[in-house]
Structure formats: structure tokens, C-alpha cells
Nanobody, 118 residues
């Protein structure tokens, strides 16, 4: 199983980025997907999740209204559109997958760095 995240970079506050995570080695449309992030010196935290068909989503309060998670099951890809970025969004962003019957995020990508300058 591989989860390949990309799309990170350096952006000014108020800017936008779109992260992508391409998944291989599992039946993508059967796995809920999520994005997490980890800032230096902090624990990894939940950002957003999307159910298998893409119709149900969940967001951390800190990103509601600014970030949008989506998926394309024909491309085995999950996205995170990030708008109105803030310096506190600076972190390494990870995509993750779990079995639909489990609460444990079992599969993780390698992470992509997002840096927001003020």
C-alpha cells in the first residue's frame, strides 16, 4: 500500500494550496480517507476526513470554512483544497486511510510540507 502526498509549498498568508494524495495497493473506494497535520514540536492532529463515496465530510474546527476535502475514486486520489491560509496552518500534512469498519487510521503517506508566511 502506498499513499503519495504532494502539493505542499511556501505560500503567503491568505493564499491557497491544493494537496493531493494518490493511493495504490488497496481498494480505494472502500476506504475512508483523511488529512492530518503535524507542526514542529506538536502532536499530529486531525484536519479533515471524507467517507468512501465522498458525500460525507468532517473537519477540524480550526479549518472549517477554509479547507475542503474531496476525493475522486476514478483516480484513487484524495484532495485538500486549502484557502485563506494562516501562519498557524504551517505543518507537514499527511494523508491517511482506514478500513471502513475501523476507527484506526491504518495507512499513512509520507507527508508534504506546507509553510505559510505572514
Amino acid at each position: 500500500v502506498q499513499l503519495q502526498a504532494s502539493g505542499g509549498g511556501l505560500v503567503q498568508a491568505g493564499g491557497s494550496l491544493r494537496l493531493s494524495c494518490v493511493v495504490s495497493g488497496l481498494a480505494f473506494d472502500k476506504f475512508p480517507m483523511a488529512w492530518f497535520r503535524q507542526a514542529p514540536g506538536q502532536e499530529r492532529e486531525f484536519v479533515a476526513a471524507v467517507r468512501r463515496r465522498g458525500f460525507e465530510t468532517d473537519y477540524a474546527d480550526s479549518v472549517k470554512g477554509r479547507f475542503t476535502i474531496s476525493r475522486d475514486n476514478t483516480k484513487n486520489t484524495v484532495y485538500l483544497q486549502m484557502n485563506d491560509l494562516k501562519p498557524e496552518d504551517t505543518a507537514v500534512y499527511y494523508c491517511a486511510a482506514r478500513e471502513f469498519y475501523s476507527s484506526v487510521w491504518k495507512h499513512w503517506g509520507q507527508g508534504t510540507q506546507v509553510t505559510v508566511s505572514s
